[in-house]
């Protein structure tokens, strides 16, 4: 069965400071692999998304993400972070096949010290 | 665009008490989802829809029901709820599916007691 490990539950950074928030998966093939972003008592929010190709895709918000296949992971960054950035991040991964189903990880809490 | 919404924002319920969460989105998207929110345990998905006449079970969908009577409406029905079932709930959407993104609404917080 597919899983997503996020395993830093809480991360405080200052503002400034880089940001890296880990992802790990396992699934059967390589799937499509997501980063999703909360603020709080708001909905989820797409940060970017990785298909095929190049395995460093950039996304919204100044954050972007690696794929390493033979590590099957999937990891989020920022060079600088703002204090508009605490919020909770969530990993997620979806089938290449049709269907509807994403997989989530447990989500990592950022807190932005000032 | 009003995007997904959802109805109600907060809901208190007695145990046994049955209730429907509401969910409508104006992007004419095919696919719709219900996921709960837990601490600690991401989302999950509770049923699917990938177009009007069509769901299917997620993978905690004990508990709750489904429809999908039109394009825009996703309602998920709590039959008896339990207080297992206090959750944050969220309905997406999406017009081709999972690599697209979702779209998500903002969210009922539900409470059983």
């Known amino acids: 069965a597919q899983s997503v490990t996020q395993p830093d539950i809480h991360i405080t950074v200052s503002e400034g400071a880089s940001l890296e928030l880990r992802c790990n998966y396992s699934?059967?093939?390589?799937?499509?692999l997501f980063w999703y972003v909360q603020s709080p008592g708001q909905g989820l929010q797409l940060l970017l998304k990785y298909f095929s190709g190049d395995t460093l895709v950039q996304g919204i918000k100044g954050f972007e993400a690696e794929f390493k296949r033979s590590q099957s992971s999937f990891n989020l960054r920022k060079p600088s972070v703002h204090w508009s950035d605490a919020a909770e991040y969530f990993c997620a991964v979806g089938p290449r096949a049709a269907g509807n189903k994403l997989t989530f990880g447990g989500g990592t809490r950022v807190l932005v010290k000032p | 665009n009003a995007g997904v919404t959802q109805t109600p924002k907060f809901q208190v319920l007695k145990t046994g008490q049955s209730m429907t969460l509401q969910c409508a989105q104006d992007m004419n998207h095919e696919y719709m989802s219900w996921y709960r929110q837990d601490p600690g345990m991401g989302l999950r998905l509770i049923h699917y829809s990938v177009g009007a006449g069509i769901t299917d079970q997620g993978e905690v969908p004990n508990g709750y029901n489904v429809s999908r009577s039109t394009t825009e409406d996703f309602p998920l029905r709590l039959l008896s709820a339990a207080p297992s079932q206090t959750s944050v709930y969220f309905c997406?959407?999406?017009?081709?599916?999972?690599?697209?993104?979702?779209?998500f609404g903002s969210g009922t917080r539900l409470t059983v007691v």
């Open positions: 997406a959407s999406s017009k081709t599916g999972p690599r697209e993104g979702y779209t």
């Open positions: 699934y059967g093939a390589t799937p499509y």
